[in-house]
């Protein structure tokens, strides 16, 4: 990737966590995906996986406050993009040496944000250092680590199982991530500071899928408020005598309101009113009385 695009993406990532930050999560996810939409080979896995963090965190807080429809769509975005950005990572997990390998102890020498992180994931804050620590560091400290070379091809005239393959793709989305140590060690202190944070950042990953997923469960599936259109064409007895039923018992509550309506005008027919103010029959009677006083 040459230097402007580079720039560019800093600037749009940059973007994506102030729409977070601020709480305009709707736009925060749609900047998201449309630049997840705009990736190309070049890009690399670290952008890919900041990209659905914050994709992924966005449609998890309008989960918690959607409908229960609403609710299980959000989370299922929200668990894909959890899982696109573990996947991303994966490679990346797989060209370092695992931590335990490495000359300098996080505990002594360096302190990894991720971790403290992940100990505070219900934080808001929390959840933008951790997504943003792995790109915070020097914007050319990662591009010394090569992009992960693609598969090998088999020789010795072995044949790829599809299914093999397939299986382990389902497997590595969905099982914890492990690093491997079978290539050189980092040699540097920011390197290996760099490893430390690219690690906790997929335990967080994997812990927020978690809590999705236990989410998803909890909430269960919406189910479907219309019928299926089989059933208007049934006509077995016991459907037959349940529609006779509902219409019958439906007949019976419309006769008894309509019952109560009667009674009810009949009761204001049979009312009787106080006669009305008759001004007439004042004039005369004062009338009357004058004559006599006059007489």
Known sequence: MDEARYRELREKMAAVESLYASRHYSQCA????????????????LHLAHLNFYSALSHDTLAREASLRNRWRELSLADQHYTAAILALSP???????????????????????MESSQRRNSISSHTSAASSATSVDEDDYMDFP????????????????????????????????????TPRPVTPQQFY???????FARLLEAHRADVRAQKERAGAPSVRFASLEEPLRTSPELVKTRWSRDGGRGEEEGEAEAEAERRRERRKNVVFRPRFDPEGVRRLCGEAMAELVG
């Open 194 to 200: 760099f490893t430390a944070n690219i690690a906790a």
């Open 30 to 45: 749609k900047l998201g995906e449309l630049l997840l939409s705009e990736t190309h080979d070049q890009t690399h896995p």
């Open 147 to 182: 992009l992960p070379p693609k598969p090998a091809h088999h020789t010795h005239g072995s044949v790829k199982n599809p299914t093999h393959s397939q299986s382990r793709t389902v497997e590595t989305a969905t099982a914890p991530l492990q690093l491997r140590s079978s």
């Open 92 to 114: 990346l997990l797989s060209s370092f040496p695992s931590q335990q390998e490495a000359p300098w102890s996080p505990a002594s020498s360096v302190s990894s944000p991720y």
